[in-house]
């Protein structure tokens, strides 16, 4: 079955920038739409946004200006990069596939999680 | 952008039924999933499109969605059910939105 792995460093400085990759093994990435999700130590989940295998995006507006999210098909593999970051980026990202449209809207597979940590 | 709400806590002896709720505006129009987030893991799909299980998820969890409030309901709740519960919506932004979670207490 489909499995998620996250990958990138656990710390990063303020103002810095933060580049987390996601591995997709065991199934395919395309016909798929793939997620960034965080969580903040004992808060709720964030959709932070979703890319398609073709490329095509969309992400949440409180985070828009800052965030990015890129597919490599070749390595199976999507990644996030978040801008000037601050203490309040602290959590743990889960990259996750998801479905958009007559299959509903959820997302069915989760990586494990990583931790990150803003802090100088 | 759109908001979703569940209680904070729901406390169940096991062998009982526990309800979740999920509130938001006219949520019945939209697909609801709920996920089971254990403690220091990931989380888990247990229902979608308002009421379908993956697979390998047990009957026990079921859910509805109408009018203002989606439920997962846990019939039978045991021990390994303890967990933290979230809803999920599709927002009209074309956003995934979550709800604030709900800490499922086992007895």
């Known amino acids: 079955q489909v499995q998620l792995e996250e990958s990138g460093p656990g710390l990063v400085k303020p103002s810095e920038t933060l580049s987390l990759t996601c591995t997709v093994s065991g199934g395919s990435i395309t016909n798929y739409y793939w997620s960034w999700v965080r969580q903040p130590p004992g808060e709720r989940l964030e959709w932070i946004g979703y890319i398609f295998y073709s490329g095509n995006t969309k992400y949440n507006p409180s985070l828009e200006s800052r965030v990015a999210i890129l597919v490599d098909t070749s390595k199976k593999q999507f990644s996030l990069v978040l801008n000037s970051v601050t203490a309040a980026d602290t959590a743990v990202y889960y990259c996750?596939?998801?479905?958009?449209?007559?299959?509903?809207?959820?997302?069915?597979?989760w990586g494990n999680g990583t931790t990150v940590t803003v802090s100088s | 952008s759109y908001e979703m709400t569940q209680p904070p806590s729901v406390s169940v002896s096991p062998g009982q039924t526990a309800s979740i709720t999920c509130t938001g505006d006219?949520?019945?129009?939209?697909?609801v999933a709920w996920y089971q987030q254990r403690s220091g893991q990931s989380p888990l799909l247990v229902l979608y499109?308002?009421?379908k299980r993956p697979s390998g998820i047990p009957e026990r969890f079921s859910g509805s969605n109408s009018g203002n409030t989606a439920t997962l309901t846990i019939t039978g709740t045991q021990p390994m059910d303890e967990a933290d519960y979230y809803c999920q919506a599709w927002g009209s932004d074309t956003t995934y939105v979550f709800g604030a979670g709900t800490k499922v207490t086992v007895l």
């Open positions: 499109q308002d009421n």
């Open positions: 996750a596939r998801s479905n958009v449209g007559r299959s509903g809207y959820h997302m069915d597979v």
């Open positions: 006219q949520i019945g129009d939209k697909y």
